[in-house]
């Protein structure tokens, strides 16, 4: 996915709403519908695969699912399976053209529970009647999107389309909880790659685009711009790799108790922190263009649009922040992620200058102290600064993992130096 997302036309979106619905299909869905469907999602033939898309954004919701008004009516029992018929719009749903999607909806029994805890989850399973389109599904519009506009994204009315229920009725956001993991780690993977192209672009211009009389990769401060990219891009894939290898122990069951709490930590902190980034390369990239980054017949432009949906799609920058919080008093997720990182900064590492070592320690105790100073301050302090701490949280993980790398290869030290430089001291330190 690293290496294929970045020059994609968005299809990782589809493909990780596929990856987390199988795995959710998997873990909750009654027997029929798994079989039925699990195979196709898992296919690699072509003839057989298919996606799933995510139907969860409501006009009267987005990120806070608690107030969606789609019902869910009773309409038979098939086998092992729950059908309903589902009635409310759907403002946002991704990957439109799947053959299936999960959505959330109030099950109408007489006595709807409000918020979160009254929503189900979900499987509707897309019908195509020839010369009418979908069966109970009007397609209200395409959106008009700042970015990803290769892939179809649609605000849908559910008139009486049939669904099958997973999971116990009123665990619906805790039923989606484990395609959380999946989504968001596809997001930060997505960062890593669009970067990575980024950079390769704009180093590859510099060896061809000639200024002041000599070319842009021989001007020192160009060199200096380029490789500042590239050592964000290092320090991003470090971070991914980490949670992708995480969340293999924990899908593998091989994961301790220690890794399994950093993890619900980690995915969201990976997330926020690589979208932010990715963001910034995309519009210092089209920067190193200079006016041809900023026409549109060139492709540049594209790389800044399409990035801003990464801080967007499965949870904003404050949203994550705000779930990390709730992992933490859940099941103290976030102290396990930092107990890691001071582990991880005692220890000594042969190709780490000991000024880059000393800041890395130095930023674990900074970041230690500003969470007691919160919580001694309050509720509405710990809110206030969860995104700050997360975004540092993010950065420190990301330096730390470069340090361990360093070890095998020299240049992750050079890498972890300019990174330092640019993301954990201030502007004339070191």
Request: contains cysteine.
């Amino acid at each position: 996915m690293y290496l294929f997302s970045g020059t994609s036309a968005t299809y990782s979106c589809p493909l990780a709403m596929t990856d987390a619905a199988t795995r959710v299909l998997l873990d909750l869905a009654p027997g029929g519908l798994r079989d039925r469907l699990v195979a196709g999602l898992t296919s690699r033939d072509p003839d057989q695969f298919i996606t799933s898309g995510q139907w969860m954004t409501e006009r009267t919701g987005g990120s806070d699912v608690g107030n969606s008004e789609t019902i869910a009516r009773p309409s038979r029992v098939v086998g092992d399976e729950r059908r309903y018929t589902l009635h409310g719009v759907k403002w946002f749903t991704s990957a439109t053209t799947s053959e299936m999607a999960l959505t959330l909806a109030r099950i109408d029994d007489g006595g709807t529970t409000p918020g979160s805890r009254g929503l189900s989850l979900f499987c509707v399973e897309i019908g195509r009647e020839p010369g009418r389109g979908w069966t109970g599904i009007q397609v209200n519009r395409l959106k008009d999107k700042l970015g990803t506009k290769a892939l179809p994204t649609a605000e849908l009315t559910l008139d009486g389309v049939e669904a099958t229920l997973i999971g116990e009725p009123g665990r619906g956001v805790a039923n989606i909880s484990g395609m959380l993991n999946v989504t968001r780690l596809y997001n930060a993977i997505a960062s890593a790659s669009r970067i990575r192209r980024a950079c390769a672009l704009a180093r590859d211009y510099a060896t061809r685009r000639s200024a002041f009389g000599a070319r842009l990769i021989d001007l020192p401060l160009h060199q200096a711009t380029l490789d500042d990219m590239d050592a964000e891009a290092a320090a991003v894939l470090a971070l991914v790799l980490e949670g992708a290898a995480l969340l293999g122990r924990s899908e593998a069951g091989t994961a301790t108790e220690a890794e399994r709490r950093r993890l619900r930590a980690l995915i969201p902190i990976a997330k926020l922190t690589t979208a932010k980034q990715a963001v910034s390369i995309a519009s210092e990239a089209l920067e190193c263009f200079g006016g041809a980054g900023y026409v549109e017949d060139t492709g540049v432009p594209r790389l800044l649009r399409d990035a801003q949906v990464l801080t967007i799609w499965e949870g904003t920058t404050n949203v994550l922040s705000l779930d990390v919080l709730r992992a933490e008093a859940r099941e103290g997720a976030f102290t396990a992620l930092v107990q890691d990182l001071a582990a991880r900064a005692e220890r000594s590492y042969a190709n780490v200058a000991a000024g880059d070592l000393a800041t890395l320690r130095a930023g674990v105790r900074s970041l230690i102290g500003q969470v007691k100073t919160n919580m001694s301050r309050g509720e509405a302090a710990m809110q206030a600064g969860a995104r700050k701490i997360a975004l540092t949280t993010g950065y420190l993980t990301e330096a730390l993992l470069l340090a361990e790398a360093a070890d095998a290869e020299p240049v992750a030290g050079e890498h972890l130096a300019r990174f330092i430089a640019h993301r954990l001291r201030g502007p004339f330190e070191g």
